[in-house]
């Protein structure tokens, strides 16, 4: 358990469902929302007994965190910074909405120690915001910005989605300009994507869904690298871009296939060995978790290929790619042994790039991430290889 250095914390509640989203959300209803914090706070005093716990990133999403009334919030961010060393934390970071906060959230945040916010503006369109079930306007993002940086958060990261329905390129550009005129120091975008269970993927299904056409989602991509860059935000991962320094630690968690805990309703943990999902509907989750304080819906062991094959779809989402030298120590075995077929076919076709230290995808190969991720699944030849320790056929 030493080796695990990041925690998420799921809040589930949403004052509004919005058209897009397929996280473990409900609407909030207080009563519900005090049980859920009793339940969460039982769940982590079962599998982390005692106090002051070393943590180097922790992370609270949703849902939308800050629909918790003030009394649960404090209640929340209270018992954390008991469980947790929150003084010796790297990153301590909470999901907020625009318009979702007032004084009195905003200096609870920042009394309790959060260091980073991650702000879900998504579009700086009031009619798209509209189209998306998003509660909030434009108007609410800069005061919100306004409210944040009046009590000295600096560290804040703006969400943006694009490819939405009926956006032109024009108005992409338009909106991550606006976007951009905060001089935030991180950005994180993803192009929409439709997700079963909701409602923009029943109108896709009836056809009244209108996407951007494919180019038109490549050509936005393309000025999103292109502006970021010329505004000095370097892209360090396949959807994130930041001032240097100011990079997610939390997400590199992720992206570096390290250990978590994943606390929560529907929430996921990564153990030595082993991944951990929670049970998702809430009235099970609060049974659970009050009474075994082990809300647990399955426990998947983690083979050594399976590891190897998340470490490169993840490790190849980062800028940097697959460090060789980190992979070697990691696992044994040589990535460009291992996969020195599928690597020099990707070369060829010019999705990747190798150096001497790292395997990168190139400008193309971050256009068509999904595509050379799956040419890095290994077949049963290559597991009875790795069973026997031995890299490939070739020798190391």
Not at 67 to 81: C, D, I, K, R, W
Not at 356 to 364: F, G, N, S, V
Request: aromatic fraction near 10%; include cysteine; hydrophobic fraction near 35%.
């Amino acid at each position: 358990m030493n080796k695990v250095q990041s925690v998420y914390i799921h809040i589930p509640f949403c004052r509004q469902i919005c058209h897009y989203c397929d996280f473990v959300k409900f609407f909030y209803n207080e009563q519900l929302a005090t049980e859920y914090i009793e339940a969460l706070i039982n769940e982590m005093n079962v599998l982390l007994p005692g106090a002051n716990h070393k943590m180097s990133t922790i992370y609270i999403g949703g849902g939308t965190p800050t629909a918790l009334n003030l009394v649960q919030l404090e209640t929340l961010l209270s018992f954390l910074n008991e469980k947790f060393d929150i003084a010796g934390c790297d990153e301590f970071s909470i999901e907020v909405n625009p318009g979702d906060i007032d004084e009195q959230k905003t200096r609870l945040l920042k009394h309790y120690g959060i260091n980073r916010i991650s702000f879900g503006v998504q579009v700086m369109d009031d009619e798209m915001l509209e189209q998306l079930g998003r509660v909030h306007r434009v108007k609410d993002v800069y005061d919100t910005v306004d409210l944040l940086q009046k009590h000295h958060f600096t560290n804040i990261s703006l969400d943006l989605i694009y490819a939405l329905p009926h956006q032109t390129v024009e108005q992409f550009n338009k909106s991550l300009l606006e976007a951009l005129s905060f001089g935030l120091p991180h950005y994180s975008t993803y192009a929409l994507q439709i997700e079963p269970k909701t409602i923009f993927y029943q109108k896709h299904k009836k056809g009244k869904l209108h996407r951007p056409a494919e180019d038109d989602e490549v050509t936005m991509y393309e000025i999103l690298k292109s502006t970021m860059k010329s505004h000095g935000i370097e892209q360090y991962e396949i959807s994130n871009f930041s001032v240097p320094g100011f990079e997610s630690k939390h997400n590199l968690t992720y992206w570096s296939n390290g250990y978590y805990y994943g606390f929560g309703a529907g929430a996921h943990g990564y153990l030595p060995g082993k991944r951990i999902t929670n049970i998702r509907p809430l009235p099970l989750y609060v049974k659970k978790a009050m009474e075994t304080g082990r809300p647990i819906l399955e426990i998947d062991e983690i083979s050594k290929k399976e590891r190897i094959e998340e470490e490169m779809f993840l490790g190849l989402r980062k800028i940097r790619g697959i460090d060789k030298a980190h992979f070697h120590e990691r696992f044994g075995f040589r990535a460009e042994v291992l996969y020195k077929r599928e690597i020099e076919k990707l070369i060829k076709s010019g999705l990747l790039h190798e150096n001497e230290t790292a395997i990168q995808l190139t400008d193309k190969g971050l256009l068509l991430g999904n595509r050379v991720f799956e040419k890095f699944l290994l077949d049963e030849e290559y597991e009875i290889l790795i069973k026997n320790n031995k890299a490939s056929r070739h020798s190391v």
